[in-house]
């Protein structure tokens, strides 16, 4: 399995980017039942849980993102997005997908760069 995550970018302040995440190499009754979050490690910082998405309408955020970012999951694509908008500059990081016990091998991540 390997986890593939893509659509990060550089933007200014205020603007938005989704993020995508594919599980690649995984099939589909292992993929569903899992609860998936993305997460972001930003320079000189410990790597943390932006949301997480159990179904469809069970999510969670962290409280500085909360409101502005959406996660959401396709199961017959094995997909996990991340809408992100109202982008502001302590968004910059490297942002992840894996799922939220027992964490397989992480992916390469995907840059966002929010600029002031």
């Known amino acids: 399995v390997r986890l593939v995550e893509s659509g990060g970018g550089s933007v200014e302040a205020g603007g938005s980017l989704r993020l995508s995440c594919k599980a690649s190499g995984m099939i589909t009754s292992v993929f569903n039942p899992n609860n998936w979050g993305w997460y972001r490690q930003a320079p000189g910082k410990q790597r943390e849980l932006v949301a997480g998405i159990g179904s469809p309408r069970d999510t969670n955020y962290l409280d500085s993102v909360r409101g502005r970012f959406t996660i959401s999951r396709d199961n017959a694509r094995k997909m996990v997005y991340l809408q992100m908008n109202s982008l502001r500059a302590e968004d910059t990081a490297v942002y992840y997908c894996?799922?939220?016990?027992?964490?397989?091998?992480w992916g390469q991540g995907t840059q966002v760069t929010v600029s002031s």
């Open positions: 894996n799922t939220l016990k027992d964490p397989l091998d």
